[in-house]
C-alpha cells in the first residue's frame, strides 16, 4: 500500500516538474523581478521536497528496508533537486549578468549628462563674457597690447608636465603651475598663453569657446 509520505512527495515533484517549465518563458521575457521570484519559488519547492525526501527515508529505514533499497529510491528524488540546483545557478547568473548591465548603463548614462552639463556651463560663461564686452565691461582693443607683450615677454624655462585631463594629476600640475606662471607679475592673458600651451589637445579643446582675455583666463582657472 502506498504510503501517505510517498503521496507528500510524489506531489511536490509534480510541483517541481510544473515549476522548472515555466523557466524558459520566464527567462525570455526578461523581467527581473519575475525571474527573481520564480528562482526563489523554486529554492522554496526543492527546500520542501529534501526535507520530504528525509523524511521518507527515515520511514522506510524504520520500517526494516534495506539500506541498498532506501537508496536506490531516492536516486530519481536527488537527481530531480540536483538539476533544478543547476537550474537556479543559471537564473543567479543571469541576475548577475543583468545587473552588470544596468549598472553600465547607469554610468554611461551619468558620464553624458556631466558632459552635457560641463558644456552648458562653459557655454553660459562664454555667453555671459560676450554680453559684459558687449556692454563695455570688457574692452576687446585693451587686449591688443597685452597679447603683443606676449611674444615681447621673456618665457621662463617651464619643467611642467603637460596636464593630460585626469583628475588624478590636476593638483599636482596646477601647484607647479600656480607656483612659476600664475603668482607672477605677467599680463593674465600671458599666463593664459602659458596654460593652454600645457595642455593636451583633447583637453585644450574643451576650453577653445573661451575667449582670449583676462576674465576668460579667471573663468578657465575656476571651471
Given at each position: 500500500m502506498e504510503k501517505k509520505s510517498d503521496n507528500f512527495i510524489d506531489t511536490e515533484r509534480q510541483l517541481l516538474k510544473l515549476t522548472r517549465s515555466k523557466t524558459k518563458a520566464i527567462l525570455e521575457k526578461g523581467n527581473l523581478d519575475k525571474i527573481i521570484r520564480h528562482k526563489e519559488a523554486l529554492g522554496k519547492i526543492v527546500k520542501e521536497l529534501e526535507e520530504l525526501k528525509i523524511q521518507g527515508e527515515k520511514d522506510k529505514l524504520q520500517e526494516g528496508e534495506a539500506i541498498e533499497d532506501v537508496q536506490k529510491w531516492g536516486v530519481d528524488i536527488e537527481g530531480e533537486i540536483d538539476e533544478t540546483?543547476?537550474?537556479?545557478?543559471?537564473?543567479?547568473?543571469?541576475?548577475?549578468?543583468?545587473?552588470?548591465?544596468?549598472?553600465?548603463?547607469?554610468?554611461?548614462?551619468?558620464?553624458?549628462?556631466?558632459?552635457?552639463?560641463?558644456?552648458?556651463?562653459?557655454y553660459f560663461e562664454k555667453c555671459k563674457l560676450e554680453q559684459m564686452?558687449?556692454?563695455?565691461?570688457?574692452?576687446?582693443?585693451?587686449?591688443?597690447?597685452?597679447?603683443?607683450?606676449?611674444?615681447?615677454?621673456?618665457?621662463?624655462?617651464?619643467?611642467?608636465?603637460?596636464?593630460?585631463?585626469?583628475?588624478?594629476?590636476?593638483?599636482?600640475?596646477?601647484?607647479?603651475?600656480?607656483?612659476?606662471?600664475?603668482?607672477?607679475?605677467?599680463?593674465?592673458?600671458?599666463?593664459?598663453?602659458?596654460?593652454?600651451?600645457?595642455?593636451?589637445?583633447?583637453?585644450c579643446d574643451e576650453i577653445d569657446g573661451l575667449p582670449f582675455t583676462m576674465e576668460g583666463y579667471t573663468v578657465l582657472k575656476t571651471f
Open positions: 540546483d543547476c537550474e537556479i545557478s543559471h537564473l543567479n547568473q543571469y541576475l548577475t549578468e543583468a545587473e552588470a548591465r544596468t549598472e553600465n548603463e547607469k554610468r554611461e548614462k551619468e558620464k553624458i549628462l556631466l558632459k552635457q552639463q560641463r558644456d552648458e556651463e562653459l564686452a558687449s556692454l563695455g565691461s570688457v574692452s576687446v582693443k585693451s587686449t591688443k597690447p597685452e597679447q603683443a607683450k606676449v611674444s615681447s615677454v621673456k618665457m621662463p624655462k617651464l619643467v611642467i608636465t603637460k596636464y593630460d585631463g585626469t583628475y588624478e594629476r590636476w593638483l599636482s600640475f596646477w601647484n607647479k603651475f600656480e607656483a612659476e606662471i600664475d603668482n607672477t607679475d605677467l599680463p593674465a592673458v600671458t599666463k593664459f598663453s602659458y596654460l593652454k600651451e600645457l595642455l593636451e589637445p583633447h583637453v
